[in-house]
């Protein structure tokens, strides 16, 4: 049993990123203990399991979720909010300052002077107050930014943990699979289509009837779209009569005697 473990941990796998190979397909309970044993053979985590049995069609999905989750995110406005607050606290003790300057000249007789300070805490108290205002819809905004990191913390981490996996996986890859997107795609189809049929064989099945040109040529109601086709009639020979059975005054069947 050690030997064998053995050898499953000293075979490199590289088409999976794992020194052990890829997981198994579901439904071989063997080989899956296998890979289990082999697993913790290594000494690696439980944690790190997960994306090691994923496809790498499932781990992309796990990336595209993430990506489907960013154009949801409330914009950043950590250093706009940050800032906000250092000038409302400046604006406030200016013009706490200003006041007390003028409360202070005030006291030598120059009303200039005083009316000018007072003016300047005015300024500097009105400004701060519609920092506090800018601060607290900031402060609204940040909490929704942290309320979405919150809900889409586990898509983030899975997304990040994909990324990784994919890309141990693929390392060694020089040939990388090109990205076609739909329109591509339809553009050179259709170009494809264009140049097959200029050497395309064309069959009886590709012609239409002998009528049908001659209908069109002469505007014949037949191949008017608009109009429904007049049904065929058939002469049909008259239906017999049935005789009549006798019937008395009465109008009741003579009954047999």
Do not use: F
Request: glycine share 6%; net charge negative.
């Amino acid at each position: 049993m050690a030997d064998w473990r053995l050898s499953l941990v000293s075979d490199p796998g590289t088409t999976s990123g794992t020194p052990h190979g890829a997981a198994p397909q579901p439904g071989q309970v063997e080989a899956y203990a296998a890979y289990r044993a082999a697993w913790r053979a290594l000494g690696r985590t439980e944690m790190d399991r997960e994306e090691t049995e994923l496809s790498d069609g499932q781990l992309h999905m796990r990336v595209r979720a993430w990506q489907r989750e960013k154009p949801w995110s409330p914009r950043y406005v950590g250093n706009e909010l940050a800032g906000t607050r250092k000038a409302a606290a400046h604006q406030h003790r200016v013009a706490a300052l200003r006041d007390d300057e003028a409360t202070a000249i005030g006291t030598t007789g120059e009303a200039a002077g005083q009316a000018r300070l007072a003016q300047e805490a005015a300024e500097a108290a009105a400004l701060a107050r519609n920092l506090d205002e800018r601060a607290a819809e900031l402060q609204l905004l940040d909490d929704a930014r942290a309320q979405w990191l919150a809900h889409t913390a586990m898509t983030r981490a899975k997304a990040e943990r994909a990324q990784a996996m994919l890309a141990e996986r693929h390392a060694t890859d020089t040939n990388l699979e090109p990205v076609v997107t739909a329109a591509e795609w339809l553009a050179a189809h259709r170009a494809a289509d264009a140049a097959e049929d200029q050497h395309r064989e064309v069959t009886e099945a590709d012609l239409a009837p002998e009528g049908d040109d001659a209908a069109r040529s002469t505007g014949s109601p037949a191949h008017d779209h608009g109009a429904e086709p007049a049904r065929p009639t058939s002469a049909r020979s008259p239906r017999p009569s049935r005789p009549r059975s006798p019937r008395t005054s009465s109008g009741c069947p003579p009954q047999p005697r």
